[in-house]
């Protein structure tokens, strides 16, 4: 005789519902419907996803520091008090001051640390519900608008597109896919405002700053190399997805267009997730 459900076991289970959205074809016409993985129904949380994007950055950065004997490769000496001159070291026999953080060509005050811990621990469990919530985030219009994006009304997000979509090779035939699903100004939108860099970063070949746009999520590497000389277009393989890429900057709601394969691996990948 099979026991009967509690309320307990009710609570701990939840029922959760799978979204669905439409398979477009190549021509931008609709195939079928398709059932999404779990972690798209998860609640978008934009704490959690900037959390991890920050830990993301933070754990690429490269230490520096200053030499430890810049600023102080002068041979000095102090007078001493009582002689009506600051207290600051000075030339061997000039009165030019140098070594002090007050003096020209003087050591740094606060130097940057090449010891300095950059990096940002964040719970397995958080980053993991990051990326989910990071892909829920997809999904809404309102999150893509807010972000910049220019989208037509109507299209369902996230794009997903039949396996032909892998095989685009050429930039011609990439624009002309994205002219059918009218996305193309998007990708206008993002050559547009590309600008040159304010600051220091132009002499460390960081000259321009480019507007992220569409992000192209494929099954493998190597794929739909078409769309890589777009502006702002990004091409990712499912594999190598991360929070980052699904929400620059921790801003969640980034247009994503994914392959069928694709769409398969990440629920592999994804498999055993609830939120």
Do not use: C
Request: proline residues 9%; positive net charge.
């Amino acid at each position: 005789m099979t026991p009967p459900t509690t309320r307990r076991s009710a609570e701990i289970e939840p029922h959760t519902p799978h979204h669905r959205a439409p398979v477009l074809a190549l021509d931008g016409s609709s195939t079928e419907h398709v059932q999404l993985p779990l972690a798209f129904s998860e609640p978008v949380r934009p704490d959690l996803i900037r959390r991890a994007v920050l830990a993301a950055r933070a754990n690429r950065r490269q230490p520096y520091g200053t030499s430890p004997t810049a600023g102080l490769r002068h041979s000095v000496q102090w007078s001493g008090k009582g002689k009506g001159v600051s207290r600051t070291p000075r030339l061997m026999d000039s009165m030019r001051g140098a070594q002090a953080p007050n003096t020209v060509g003087g050591r740094p005050a606060h130097p940057p640390r090449p010891d300095r811990i950059w990096t940002l621990k964040i719970n397995t469990k958080e980053r993991k519900k990051a990326f989910a919530s990071a892909l829920a985030a997809t999904r809404e219009e309102k999150l893509a608008r807010a972000r910049g994006h220019q989208i037509p009304d109507g299209l369902a997000l996230p794009v997903i597109l039949e396996p032909g979509l892998e095989t685009i090779r050429e930039t011609q035939e990439a624009l002309g896919l994205l002219d059918r699903l009218q996305l193309v100004s998007d990708v206008d939108r993002a050559r547009e405002h590309s600008h040159l860099r304010a600051g220091r970063g132009k002499r460390r070949g960081r000259v321009r700053r480019t507007p992220r746009s569409l992000l192209v999520v494929t099954a493998g590497p190597g794929q739909a190399s078409g769309f890589r000389n777009l502006p702002g277009v990004d091409v990712v393989d499912v594999h190598r997805l991360t929070t980052e890429d699904l929400a620059p900057g921790g801003d969640p709601g980034r247009v994503t267009i994914f392959s069928r394969p694709a769409l398969s691996s990440l629920a592999e990948r994804l498999e055993g997730h609830r939120p």
